[in-house]
C-alpha cells in the first residue's frame, strides 16, 4: 500500500509517518509540505500511484479540498482522507467521496481503524493483470482470485467463478507476488500458490498440512512440510491485520 501526506506542517507530517510506520512498516509512505509538489509528484508518476491519499484541509498554495478535486478531475481512483479540524468542510466534500476524516490532534484508535479499512478496501479492489498470451491480458480482482496452480511451461488461475490459463508459470507468479509484496498469497507447495482470504480452515499433518478452501473444486490442499512454517507465519500475520479469528 502507498500513502501520501500532504500538510504545510512538517511535524504533522512526521507523527503521521510514525504512526503508518508504527502499524505497518511494510506501508511506503511519502510526506509533501506543498500541494503543488505532490501534484507534480503525479503528473510524473501518475495519478493513481497512491493508493491512499491524507490532505490537510487548511494549506496556504491548494486548499484540501480543492486538491481532492484536481485529484479526481484526473481520475485519481484511490482514498481520500481529509485531516482538518474545521466541520464546514464535510458538507462540501461528499461530491469527492471522501473515506474517512480525521480531526487535530490525530486519534490512534481512529487512525489505525481508518488504515486498517484502507487496506482491507484496497485489497479487495486491487486489480491483477494475467498474462493470457503475448497479446492478450485477462483483468481480475485480487481478492477474486482462489490460487494459482502449476501447469506445463503456463499456470492456471483459479477465481471464485472462472479458471484461467495464464501464460506465466508458477515461479513467475511466485516472483510477481513478492516483487509487489502482496502478503495473501502463499505458497504451499511446488504446484500451488493460495489466497489466504479464501482459506476457511487448515490442520496439521504427518506430512505437512491441509488448508481447507472456500472453493467448491479446490475444497481441501495438501500443504507441504517445507512450506508449513511459513504457512502458519503468513497465516497469523494476515489474521491479525484482518481481524480475522482462526
Known sequence: MRIAMCDDDRQVI??????????????DYEGFTSSID??????????????LVILDHVMPEIKGLQLAEI???NNFTGLIVFLTGEDEIIDDSFKVLPFRFLRKPINTDRFNEMLSAAHKKINKNRLIEL????????????????????GHRKSIVVTTDDEIESSRNISEWASFIEEEDLN????????????????????????????????????ELEINSTYWKNF???????????????
Request: glycine share 6%; with cysteine; proline share 1%.
Open 71 to 73: 485529484l479526481r478531475s
Open 232 to 246: 502458519i507465519e503468513k497465516m497469523n500475520i494476515y489474521s491479525l491485520s484482518n481481524k480475522v479469528t482462526i
Open 131 to 150: 498474462p493470457v498470451s503475448r497479446s492478450e491480458r485477462a483483468v481480475v480482482k485480487m481478492n477474486d482470485i482462489v490460487l494459482f496452480e502449476a
Open 14 to 27: 512526521d507523527d503521521v509517518k510514525w504512526r503508518v510506520h508504527d502499524f505497518d512498516d511494510t506501508i
Open 38 to 51: 505532490l501534484l507534480y509528484k503525479l503528473k510524473q508518476d501518475g495519478y493513481n500511484y497512491y493508493d
Open 184 to 219: 495473501c498469497f502463499v505458497k504451499i507447495g511446488k504446484s500451488y500458490i493460495i489466497n489466504l482470504g479464501h482459506v476457511v480452515g487448515y490442520s496439521k499433518s504427518y506430512r505437512g498440512g491441509i488448508a481447507k478452501l472456500d472453493n467448491i473444486h479446490y475444497k
